[in-house]
Structure formats: C-alpha cells, structure tokens
C-alpha cells in the first residue's frame, strides 16, 4: 500500500502550487517558532538582545498570525479544488466531500488524541489537562465534534498540544459547513454577499463576542472572514483573468499589508487596528492578493522551483502533520534542556535540531501513515 501510495503521491505533489506550499511552510515555520520562544523563554535570552526587535518579533511572535494565513489558504484551496473537480459550488457531490475531508484529517487526529489520552493517564508532565478545568473525557468530546476553542473560551488553556487542536476545530467547522451553504446558496455571486457580511461579523467577533476573555479571539465567528476571503479569491480566479501588471500589483500591495502586519506590530496595536479586530482582516485580503498572482503562476506553469524554497514547500506539504505532532518535540525537548542543564551557548543549535525533529517526524508520519491511509481511504470510497 505504502508503495503505491509514494506513487500516487508523487504525482499529486507534481500538481501542487508551490507558491501556497511555501505560504504554507512559511507560517507553519512561524508557529513553532512561537511554541519555541514559549516554552523555552527565548524572550529572555541572549537572543532577545542581539537580534533587532522587529526581526525578533517577526521570529518569535508571529505564530497566531501563522494560523490565520492557513485559514485564507484553506478557504482558496479547498473552493479551489471544488470548482476544478465539480466546475462549480453547486454541483459538489457532499458525500464524496466529505469523505476525501475524513480521509485526509481524522485518522491522525484520531491518533493524536489516543497518544494524548494515554500521556495523561500516564500523568507525564506536560500533557495532563487539570482536573479542575476539564475532564479528558470532555476534552476528546470537544476535539472529534470541533469545538475545542469553545472549551478553552470557558475553562481556559488546555496542555500545549490539546491547544494547537483549537485552529483543527474552526477549519473542520468550515468543512462541515461549506458544502451546504455552496449546495444552499447556488449562485457564487450570492457567496460574495456573504463574504461582506462576515466582514463585518468577524470582526466584531474578535474583539467583542467574549470581551475580557483572553482566549476570545478563539471562537469560530472570529475567522470565518479569513477563510471566506480566501474562498472568494478561488471564486474570482476560475471567472477572471488579470494582465500581468495588475497582477504583479495584487502581489506587490499583497505583500505590503502582510509586512505590515507580521513587522510592524506596535504601529499596528497603538494605531487602534487590533483593538478594532481589523488586523486579520488586512492580513487575510494581503494573502488572498498574493494569491490572485500565485494562481495565474500556477496556471500558466512559471512557478520558481528553485531549491531555496524547496525545504519550505515540503514544510508546507507536510504542514499538517507537522502541526500536530511539533508540540511533543517542543515540550519534551523544553524538559531535556532544562534537566541536562544545557547551556546558554548550545541554544541555537539545539532550538534548530528541535525544528529539524519536527520536520522529519512530520515527513515521516505523512508519507508512512497520513497519505497511504488517505489514499486506501479514499479508495475505499470510489470501490
């Protein structure tokens, strides 16, 4: 199975854009590195003080805004692949949706918790949710049903690597979902209304749903714009072709405002931008600029496949392993470091074979268990 698999892989990859993979590897990059400067207090190292700020900053405190990237991501690829396969919204056939969504997401995920469950029974340091907030029970509950970020809203932060599921729970709502209103709604033109709506809904959502909650920002109405943004762009893109200058332009005022966001964070918050839920929203239409240009590369086969960006795009195909599994390397290495009392001067190498682990662990569990069960799964579907 796992032979075949390789070979259908390979011809998948193939067909990739390789722009949104770097996107993709790009953000996954940016929340490990967050996790890193979490669990290893990185703020308060020597690092902290021989980097500039806002290239520390854009290291070491850019992981939220990591997420929201892949949401926009998710929201253009998956309407993306729904127009290519089906020519259009409407005539999505749900069941086999469905399924290609529960091949590709829930048997790692399944995984995941079963190795988390027996960790907390286990009472291994880092990984056992407090008795007073939860139960593992409920938490389980709330990761295979979607709405671990509501949980978290009510009883606060879960262990490291339950808390990564709160992102998993908003795109599988978004999966759930997004067949029915495409089947509902008909028209595309009518799913841009919507998308104007949630601008204005998220965010209102981001800022004021759960006002003095710290995990507010977490709830499902907080970044359906970003996804919807990305939606959009996939609709735009299968109707429309732009010139090469105004695409090069989408590209160039794309990537201003996801600078601006990523870099300038202080403008950003003393400017009154984050206090009024605005930034996800430029940074998501940035992305979606970007990705009128990356589309067309794609499409008329002028991608760059030069080797710099290689290791970043296998990041981003392996994003989604990666970003389940980087938490047992991140916490597990944080507790090594301290018990072997390591020192100061050994930190960036060990920081980076820390990212090197994640990588290959990622890789390893996408190409010996996420694709060929993907694949046999999906099979299963068309036999």
Sequence with gaps: MIAEATRILMEKIEKRNIGIDVLRGLSILAVILLHLNIHFGISNTFLKELLPAKLFSLLFWSGFYGVVVFFTLSG?????????????????????????????????????????????VLDVQGFVINADQTSLGRAIFSALTF????????????????????????????????????????????????VGLFLVVSPWARTQLFEGNELADKNHLAFVDSIALG?????????????????????????????????????????GIVDLGLNITILSVGVSLILFWMHEKHKSKEENRHYIFGWLRNMGIYSYEIYLTHMFIVIFGAQLFEKLSIGSNWLIPYLISLLLISYFLGKIIFHKFSEPVNIWLRRKLNN
């Design 76 to 120: 253009y690829l998956i309407t993306n692949s729904i127009i290519r396969k089906w020519t259009s919204l409407s005539k999505i056939d749900i069941k086999m949706f469905y399924w290609q969504r529960f091949s590709r997401i829930i048997p790692l995920l399944t995984v995941l918790l079963l190795v988390l469950s027996i960790l907390h």
């Design 147 to 194: 709405h671990i970020n509501w949980l978290e809203i009510q009883v606060g932060y879960l262990p490291a690597n339950w808390d990564v599921l709160w992102s998993i729970s908003i795109e599988e709502t978004f999966y759930l979902f997004f067949p029915i209103i495409c089947l509902f709604l008909k028209k595309e033109w009518r799913f841009l209304v919507i």
């Design 231 to 271: 939606c959009m762009t996939a609709i735009i893109t299968s109707k429309l072709t732009f010139s090469k200058a105004l695409n090069y332009f989408f590209l160039t005022l794309g990537w201003s405002m996801v600078i601006l966001i990523f870099v300038f964070k202080g403008f950003i918050y003393k400017a």
